[in-house]
């Protein structure tokens, strides 16, 4: 039914008591996880807004674009709306903390997170992957990787992703974090892994509690 090209549906009406018959047809479409926003004047101290609720590929354009206006605007504090963030792609988290940690630990390249595996050989595939420090992750300014996928032909498709974020870091002291039960994953690595650099404030109610990442592979990998 998914890959169909069309859809039927009967749709009743109560007011007119009448069934319709609508055909719906499906595309391809991106809705930007950066949905909004704004800089606040609080009594001289400029204050951002942003609404993010995915860590896709194709958002970190605007997460930059965002960034730099929140730098020309000489904000110093961040609201970060992350309530109906429920994760995705570890690299766009790693290009959101370049963007919001102290810029002095982001030049000096310092180590941000470090993930803790078990005794397994997807651990040891991590390794032949990514060598000997596969394990840690440091701040940085410059992304590159590329994406692998199949079409619905079956033809294996991929696409470059570079970034360079050394001119987009906010400038920070402090941020809130707006949080609920769909904010994970990605999410709550982003503020774990800031909290020893800053000051955060996290507002809301307890959040999804996501403790693992994954990362696949292909049989022919394996």
Partial sequence: LLSSSSLS??????????TEEVKMTPTDMYLEPVLYEKVFDCGGKKV??????DFTFECVDRLIEVAKYFKQEGVSELV??????RGGY??????????????ENVKNGDLYQTAVYNDTEYSQLLKQYFGDDYANTYFTTKFEWTYEWNDENGKKQKKDYSYDTSDANIGLNKIYALVSGSTASASEATLVGLMPFMDIEVI???????HCAGMMFEAEEY
């Fill in 9 to 18: 549906l009967s749709v009743y009406n109560p007011d007119s008591k009448i």
């Fill in 204 to 210: 809301g109610m307890q959040t999804g509690g996501k």
């Fill in 48 to 53: 951002g807004y942003v609404f993010f609720n």
């Fill in 80 to 85: 970060l709306d992350l309530r109906y963030n």
């Fill in 90 to 103: 570890v690299v766009t988290e790693e290009i959101l903390v370049s963007l919001l940690a102290p810029e």
